[in-house]
């Protein structure tokens, strides 16, 4: 299932006010509850790396605002313990985790640098597709998680961000 | 003087015809004709006239058959048109905008590796798409990209992801891919072209050794192929056998560069994700280098 359809399935059910739906199929078995959270059970390790990686937490749409749109899954969580209060910013893509453009230029942020929201943090570099993270909040990086060059696995934890 | 660009075409016109229909002087032609030429643009001056070199893209003589290539944006000498795009994506320009320049003072490749260019010789321009798609989505956009470069031109084959090499394996064009990620959508992506159509730095090689296409019949044909392809993202396996067509890379040993250290091995297959497998491992970020074949 593409991330795609699992859009359209939570888009129908909002639009039908269906509370629960399970999917079975010969690959998954889905079960969505709205208002609740998204289970996905027994993912099998299909040959598609991307899928392979830990499923997207998809948030339910809330019931109160039938039509709002379906939110994007979560990629930026309060983080535990080290850093109360902490943003963590995290890979929505696998890829090589890049913090400045250009080997020879400066990175985008340091650590106790100050971010606004919509800055670009790093980039994630798979197939020749640079993608530019952007912060989701403004505040402090507090810690940089991840080694300049290295691979990244979907929903890793990149940066530490405390909102202000 | 404004307009003059905008009155030149491939045929030839006297300064004086063009004076006229500006409403100024032949020494102000001439003067704007150096101008625009300092500038990078492609004018042609000789006993006969004035005209643009023909095959160039101006604007008024540019007719993308898709929806892809407009508005446009024909320039001088720029930055880079990765830069002067993503300034007008900011602006909020729609999808299929395209930036065209003639110069470029810092064009360049994957990891802000230079990227050589010649007014009027080469192909250097950035399109802007605005994916439907989430992010996760899109890891066979630089793939596509590559196939309807390969399959407008006609000429050679695909180094994965993209690099368009002639068959002697010299590098005809590359592409360079730079989107912008708000989560897990992604707010644009800026599809960055370089073709060597008629001049190619040293040790590359350049369309017009192969085919006679003209500047401005490489843009439209990429155009209009890649909005062909585009809704191919949606069936990767349909997509996959058609890049396997096109690629140099498959069936062939290669050597990759990842970050994670240096892997050889046999190039056996793209996954639906725009991966390469490679002597049983998945390569998601790599510099890929051909191996001769074994005989």
């Known amino acids: 299932m593409t991330p795609k359809e699992l859009k359209q399935i939570l888009q129908a059910l909002v639009e039908h006010g269906v509370n629960?739906?399970?999917?079975?199929?010969?690959?998954?078995?889905?079960?969505?509850?709205?208002?609740?959270?998204?289970?996905?059970?027994?993912?099998?390790?299909?040959?598609?790396?991307?899928?392979?990686?830990?499923p997207p937490e998809v948030p339910a749409p809330t019931p109160p605002a039938p039509a709002a749109p379906v939110e994007k899954p979560q990629v930026q969580?309060?983080?535990?313990?080290?850093?109360?209060?902490?943003?963590?910013?995290?890979?929505?893509?696998?890829g090589t985790f890049y913090r400045a453009p250009a080997p020879d230029a400066p990175p985008y942020v340091k650590e106790g640098d100050r971010v606004e929201k919509g800055q670009v943090l790093c980039i994630i570099e798979a197939m020749k597709l640079m993608n530019e993270i952007e912060s989701e909040v403004s505040g402090i990086v507090k810690k940089i998680l991840v080694e300049n060059g290295e691979p990244v696995e979907y929903g890793q934890p990149l940066f530490l961000i405390q909102p202000v | 003087m404004a307009?003059?660009?905008?009155?030149?075409?491939?045929?030839?016109?006297?300064?004086?015809?063009?004076?006229r229909r500006l409403g100024v002087s032949r020494a102000a032609v001439s003067k704007e004709a150096r101008r625009l030429l300092?500038?990078?643009?492609?004018?042609?001056?000789s006993r006969q006239g004035y005209r643009i070199l023909p095959g160039t893209p101006l604007p008024h003589l540019f007719h993308p058959r898709g929806r892809?290539?407009?508005?446009?944006?024909?320039?001088?000498?720029?930055g880079s048109t990765?830069?002067?795009?993503?300034?007008?994506?900011?602006?909020?320009?729609?999808e299929g905008a395209l930036v065209l320049a003639e110069v470029q003072e810092r064009g360049r490749g994957r990891r802000g590796r230079p990227w050589a260019s010649r007014p009027g010789a080469s192909l250097t321009f950035s399109l802007l798409l605005r994916p439907s798609l989430p992010l996760p989505a899109l890891g066979l956009l630089p793939l596509l990209a590559g196939l309807a470069l390969v399959e407008a031109v006609g000429v050679g084959g695909l180094k994965w992801p993209n690099d368009l090499l002639a068959p002697d394996?010299?590098?005809?064009?590359?592409?360079?891919?730079?989107?912008?990620?708000?989560?897990?959508?992604?707010?644009?992506?800026?599809?960055?072209?370089?073709?060597?159509?008629?001049?190619?730095?040293?040790?590359?090689?350049?369309?017009?050794?192969?085919?006679?296409l003209?500047?401005?019949?490489?843009?439209?044909?990429?155009?209009?192929?890649?909005?062909?392809?585009?809704?191919?993202?949606?069936?990767?396996?349909?997509?996959?056998?058609?890049?396997?067509?096109?690629?140099?890379?498959?069936?062939?040993?290669?050597?990759?560069?990842?970050?994670?250290?240096?892997?050889?091995?046999?190039a056996e297959a793209v996954f639906p994700d725009g991966s390469l497998l490679l002597g049983g491992v998945g390569v998601a970020a790599a510099e890929v280098e051909l191996l001769p074949l074994i005989e």
């Not at chain 2, 300092?38 to 001056?45: A, M």
């Not at chain 2, 891919?177 to 008629?198: D, F, I, P, S």
Request: aromatic share 8%; proline share 8%.
């Open chain 2, 82 to 94: 990765q830069d002067a795009l993503r300034a007008w994506a900011e602006e909020g320009a729609p």
């Open chain 2, 3 to 19: 307009g003059l660009l905008s009155l030149l075409t491939e045929s030839w016109q006297s300064g004086e015809a063009l004076a």
């Open chain 2, 214 to 266: 003209s500047r401005r019949e490489v843009l439209e044909a990429f155009l209009l192929r890649l909005e062909g392809l585009l809704p191919l993202l949606e069936t990767p396996e349909a997509f996959l056998a058609r890049y396997q067509k096109a690629s140099y890379t498959l069936g062939r040993p290669v050597r990759v560069r990842t970050a994670k250290g240096v892997v050889e091995g046999l």
């Open chain 2, 169 to 212: 394996g010299r590098k005809l064009a590359g592409v360079l891919l730079e989107a912008k990620a708000e989560g897990e959508e992604v707010a644009y992506a800026l599809l960055g072209v370089g073709v060597n159509v008629a001049w190619a730095p040293e040790g590359a090689a350049f369309l017009q050794e192969f085919t006679p």
């Open chain 1, 20 to 54: 629960e739906l399970t999917l079975e199929t010969p690959d998954y078995k889905l079960t969505v509850r709205r208002g609740g959270e998204v289970q996905v059970v027994s993912v099998p390790q299909v040959q598609v790396p991307m899928l392979a990686a830990p």
């Open chain 2, 68 to 78: 892809l290539g407009r508005p446009y944006r024909y320039l001088g000498r720029v």
């Open chain 2, 38 to 45: 300092s500038e990078g643009y492609p004018v042609e001056v």
């Open chain 1, 77 to 94: 969580t309060e983080a535990p313990d080290d850093c109360p209060g902490c943003v963590e910013v995290r890979a929505p893509i696998v």
